[in-house]
């Protein structure tokens, strides 16, 4: 199905009555029972908020929660960890409301080596290990880490992104059971909806994606995400961070307004547009799977003049087969080898194609690496390699092309971005960068569409994962399912998710992203059942039965090939139906 994905849409807080302290949609601990986050969640929904829940009033000493998994809440003993760089000043700030609220801020800076500054204040160096649980073994345990340094990550895009994942990754050793829960902040890198104005701080998206990876590896660490706003001082960003520091959430503040991201089903699918005869499609990583897969469709739709970049060329006889079948029916295709990181590399081919080709007027960025291995702690060699070949190269072909008059500029992301990926931190993070500079090209006016993908059934870099929808909440989808989400997506805005999900299954399995997901494990309607669809085709014209057999028929086809759009005009067995899933349609 495909889902859109409402970053940082505004939450509706909950009425709180009298002197209560409420956060997560839950109040003090004589109202707080095992699973009422759950009935909270589902009241809220049914009310016709939409939207979890969440309280963010001014309270004169907000709780610390010790666990969101405790019969009851309690007031921390240990203190609370606030990691904190030297120039935006909201750790101080931070540390500040901390000591006035009775708790114990210990802030810790970026340095060259272990110091001791002033009372419960250290500089260290992230990168060293030794030097991390030196600390923590003096100074532990703490009640949260606030993590802060990824504020002032400076220098390039690449290098900002690469430090500010490095002194996220560097807390990990001291989370796990019975260890400090975690809030990673950024500042401005997160989009708005209804915003007009871009966010700025990329570098610091790359968070988001780490952050839900942890959520879903360690949910005992109670793993949140807050988005500070820019427009504000550090002592208002420092009021905003103490009270949403123990949120599991995914919020941002944005004026008075606090905001969460939110998975919500996206509804219906545009037609599908006509591409330009008379122009060129760059698609980097275009021999991959999903590159070849994409020029298909493109050729499809109408596209004459394919570019498809690649590090290696052709180097098989399966592609060499379908780029002459794309050939064969009139479509050009030039395969430079190029690497879409290399910004020397990625001008010297624009410039060719300016001087030897139809016009520029679409690419399709669907690069990309991901680690053979999984690990919770990537060297910075693997760091650099994964975000090289997905973020890099976005950014590149974003700044090379700010000036072309583009009809698409399309980002292939991963469900990671959104969900997490098990000892791939770094790749989400990585995709979760491309879904901010979507949104930023949006702000400014230049063509963006981000599309979130799930795996492809048999293709790109899940060509090996067995079925998974039963056993994880997430399977494979079909590439004919694929193809047509991307033959209707492409021509809107926006960042849309394409996914094959059961989310019941998949809270239950990771028990993760409850708040983020909750438009998704919200009741959905039942199906007409067979009594109301004969009253309705009896109902109806020669015209409107038809409509509603065609729409009967298509969900049917739909729910039982996982989900997703389907093209009424294919064969279901190219659609990659096999003969008990055709029994199955009979019977139903």
Known sequence: ACYRVTVLCAVAPPQAKGNRNVMLGFATKDDYRPGKATKALAESLSAGVGKMAVSHQAQAKPLIFTSCRAGHYEVTER??????????????ALAQRAAAAGVTPLLLYQGDGFAALHENSWSLDPANPLEMAAFWRLHGPAERVVHL????????????????????????????????????????AQPQAGDTEPPEALAQSVLWGLGRTLALEQP????????????????????????MAAAQDQLATRGGAVRAARLEPGGDMPPAPALRPDASYLITGGLGALGLHSAELLAEMGARHLVLTSQRGVTSEGQRERLEALRARGVTCHTPRADAADADAMQRLLEELRAHHPPLKGILHAAGVIAEEPTAQPDAARIAAVLGAKAAGAWVLHTLTEDVPLDL???????????????????????????ALAAHRRARGLPALGITWGDWAGAGMAAGAGEGLAETGLGALLPAQARQALRCLTGIQGHHAVLRADWARFAETFGAHQAFLAPCLAPQPEAAAPGRLQDALQAADTAGRERLLREHLAALACAIAGGGALDPAENLLALGFDSLMLITLRNR
């Open 149 to 188: 340094w990824a504020l002032d990550a400076g220098g390039g895009m690449a290098e900002a992104q690469q430090a500010a994942l490095r002194s996220a990754l560097a807390v990990l050793p001291w989370l796990g059971q019975d260890g400090p829960g975690l809030t990673l902040a950024t500042r401005g």
């Open 409 to 435: 500029f399309i980002l292939f992301s991963s469900a990671s971005a959104l969900l997490g990926l098990r000892g791939h931190g770094e790749y989400a993070g990585a995709n979760a960068f491309l879904d």
């Open 79 to 92: 203190g609370a960890l606030v990691t904190q760089t030297r120039g935006t000043g909201i750790g101080a």
């Open 220 to 243: 005992e660490c109670r793993v949140g995400l807050v988005d500070l706003d820019p427009a504000k001082d550090a002592a208002d960003c420092a009021a905003d961070l103490w009270r």
